[in-house]
């Protein structure tokens, strides 16, 4: 199973992204999906997760701004900062395994 994450870019603030995650092979039980980001000199960080398909839960950062979907594992980013600047990665857990994606850049210009 390899997941990747992709739909980053250069985009100026207050514009939107969309995230896509990128499944190839099955995975079964899934009971949480998540994506997580890099911002340069940070440890990667939790954005937003939705768990069991129905709970969802954001970062204070992103509230309001970003909407986690499940269904079609993508993230929409809406009036971006140009503190949202850095690497995405996309999560999908199963049971207590975790299935980590290739990042994805993005970056917001003042």
């Known amino acids: 199973v390899q997941l990747q994450a992709s739909g980053g870019g250069l985009v100026q603030a207050g514009g939107s992204l969309r995230l896509s995650c990128v499944v190839s092979?099955?995975?079964?039980?899934?009971?949480?999906k998540g994506w997580y980001r890099q911002i340069p000199g940070k440890q990667r960080e939790w954005v937003a997760s939705?768990?069991?398909g129905v709970s969802r839960d954001y970062a204070d950062p992103v509230k309001g701004r970003f909407t986690i979907s499940g269904g079609d594992n993508t993230l929409q980013m809406d009036n971006l900062k140009p503190e949202d600047t850095g690497v995405y990665y996309c999560?999908?857990?199963?049971?207590?395994?975790?299935?980590w994606g290739q990042g994805t850049q993005v970056t917001v210009s003042s």
């Open positions: 999560m999908i857990r199963s049971g207590w395994r975790e299935y």
């Open positions: 092979g099955r995975i079964l039980s899934v009971n949480r």
């Open positions: 939705i768990s069991n």
